[in-house]
């Protein structure tokens, strides 16, 4: 009984060090504290951490970890977008907003 009450103080240690870098090397841990930074200012910013875009590329999918704080899944599946030329899609709003204002639209009918 004590021995498992002492296995699991010196698990949790090893976790909890290993988590905050103190048994890194010091060239390691200048990196690790670059990247604490970098990140930090990443999600002041909204944007995604490094964290974020690695599961992101291996997952291929859209993920963030601060989803779990929202009770949201981590990975949602990427929106695709079509892939229209410039042309095609202001072709497209130039139907759907003659459609919906009876508007005529001419392009180069101007002297100037």
Same mark, same amino acid.
């Given at each position: 009984?004590?021995?498992?009450?002492?296995? +699991? =103080?010196?698990?949790? !240690?090893?976790?909890?060090?290993?988590?905050?870098?103190?048994?890194?090397?010091? /060239? @390691? &841990?200048?990196?690790?504290?670059? +990247? =604490?930074?970098?990140? !930090?200012?990443?999600?002041?910013?909204?944007?995604?951490?490094?964290?974020?875009? /690695? @599961? &992101?590329?291996?997952?291929?999918?859209?993920?963030?970890?601060?989803?779990?704080?929202?009770?949201?899944?981590?990975?949602?599946?990427?929106?695709?977008?079509? &892939?229209?030329?410039?042309?095609?899609?202001?072709?497209?709003?130039?139907?759907?907003?003659?459609?919906?204002?009876?508007?005529?639209?001419?392009?180069?009918?101007?002297?100037?």
């Amino acid at each position: 009984m004590i021995f498992a009450k002492i296995h +699991k =103080t010196v698990l949790f !240690g090893l976790i909890f060090l290993s988590i905050t870098s103190c048994s890194l090397p010091p /060239a @390691l &841990s200048v990196i690790n504290n670059l +990247k =604490t930074g970098i990140d !930090g200012i990443l999600m002041i910013q909204g944007e995604k951490t490094t964290n974020d875009r /690695a @599961l &992101s590329s291996v997952t291929e999918k859209d993920c963030r970890m601060d989803r779990i704080l929202n009770n949201k899944e981590v990975c949602k599946d990427k929106q695709r977008i079509p &892939s229209n030329s410039k042309a095609q899609t202001l072709e497209e709003l130039r139907h759907t907003l003659q459609e919906q204002d009876g508007v005529t639209w001419e392009y180069g009918t101007h002297s100037w």
